[in-house]
T-cell receptor
């Protein structure tokens, strides 16, 4: 079956702009999480959605937001982009939220802010 | 949050076993131990997880100490494709996967 699909794969934006990234989870998966990966900070958790509700949120400013649709697809939005937002944004999906469930990651969206 | 401690880097020869250690002295009774790895230019990939007993799958084995304060990921025969950053993660109730810095494994031919 198809894996986690993230679009676009690469993106270049200008400081001050906003951006929307998309994640299509594996069919049947209802939990979607987003992560930001940078060389300096590593993999940092952004937020988690399950059944269209945000269940957990990481320590990021309000410029970072997300949502999940009824078909479990998720989007994340970053407004007023800063140079420091340049990163690989990863999405992960799981069938549910129980502890012994594995997460499947997409290839990520590489965002460059200039 | 419970934390894990892993060596920054390890090196292994190809076709030899690799033992990747992880300390988690503050683990609680309901925390699952998960291992993920991230190959270059890819998203993280699930490797294995366990609660109390040792676990085996096609990719690796997970040995969990009796007191659960440490665990070891075992790759039985390292290949060049196993070169990656390996993350040991405690999965806590109602919290997401929280990644630390992991162990960068280099495999030498």
């Amino acid at each position: 079956k198809a894996g986690v699909t993230q679009t676009p794969r690469y993106l270049i934006k200008t400081r001050g702009q906003q951006v929307t990234l998309s994640c299509s989870p594996i069919s049947g998966h209802r939990s979607v999480s987003w992560y930001q990966q940078t060389p300096g900070q590593g993999l940092q958790f952004l937020f988690e959605y399950f059944s269209e509700t945000q269940r957990n949120k990481g320590n990021f400013p309000g410029r970072f937001s997300g949502r999940q649709f009824s078909n479990s697809r998720s989007e994340m939005n970053v407004s007023t982009l800063e140079l420091g937002d340049s990163a690989l944004y990863l999405c992960a999906s799981s069938p549910n939220r129980i502890l012994n469930t594995e997460a499947f990651f997409g290839q990520g969206t590489r965002l460059t802010v200039v | 949050d419970a934390k894990t401690t892993q060596p920054n880097s390890m090196e292994s020869n190809e076709e030899e076993p690799v033992h990747l250690p992880c300390n988690h002295s503050t683990i609680s009774g309901t925390d699952y131990i998960h291992w993920y790895r991230q190959l270059p230019s890819q998203g993280p990939e699930y490797v294995i997880h366990g609660l109390t007993s040792n676990v085996n799958n096609r990719m690796a084995s997970l040995a969990i100490a009796e007191d659960r304060k440490s665990s070891t990921l075992i790759l039985h025969r390292a290949t060049l494709r196993d070169a990656a950053v390996y993350y040991c993660i405690l999965r806590l109730v109602d919290t997401p996967l929280v990644f630390g810095k992991g162990t960068r494994l280099s495999v030498i031919a």
